[in-house]
Nanobody, 124 residues
C-alpha cells in the first residue's frame, strides 16, 4: 500500500491549505489515519488522527480549532484542512495509517504505512 500526500505549499500567516493523502488501496475505510509533522531538529509530532469508523478524532493542542481531519472512503483519501496557519505550522506533513492502536491515538510505532511527506511553509 502506498500513501501519496499532496497539497503543501508556501502561504502567508492566516491563510488556509488542505492537504490530501490518497491510498493506493481501499484501506482507509478500515484503518485509523493520522497526520504528523516534522521540522528539522525536532521530533515528529502527531497533528491529528481519526479512527477507522470516524467516531474518534484527536488534535494536538497546537492545532485545535484550526485544523480538521476528514476522510472520503470512496476516494480512498484523507484530508487535513488547515486554517489560520501560523509560521510555527511550517513543517513537512506526513499521513499514515494504523490497523489498530493500543491507545488513542495509536502510538507512532503502530502506524504501518506512511506517505512521503508534503512541505508546508507559512511566512509571517
Amino acid at each position: 500500500v502506498q500513501l501519496q500526500a499532496s497539497g503543501g505549499g508556501l502561504v502567508q500567516a492566516g491563510d488556509s491549505l488542505r492537504l490530501s493523502c490518497e491510498a493506493s488501496a481501499p484501506i482507509l475505510s478500515n484503518w485509523h489515519v493520522g497526520w504528523f509533522r516534522q521540522t528539522p531538529g525536532k521530533e515528529r509530532e502527531i497533528v491529528a488522527a481519526m479512527s477507522w469508523r470516524g467516531e474518534m478524532t484527536y488534535y494536538a493542542d497546537s492545532v485545535k480549532g484550526r485544523f480538521k481531519i476528514s476522510r472520503d472512503n470512496g476516494k480512498n483519501t484523507v484530508y487535513l484542512q488547515m486554517n489560520s496557519l501560523k509560521p510555527e505550522d511550517t513543517a513537512v506533513y506526513y499521513c499514515a495509517t494504523a490497523m489498530w492502536g493500543s491507545s488513542w491515538p495509536p502510538e507512532d510505532s503502530e502506524y504501518e504505512y506512511w506517505g512521503q511527506g508534503t512541505l508546508v511553509t507559512v511566512s509571517s
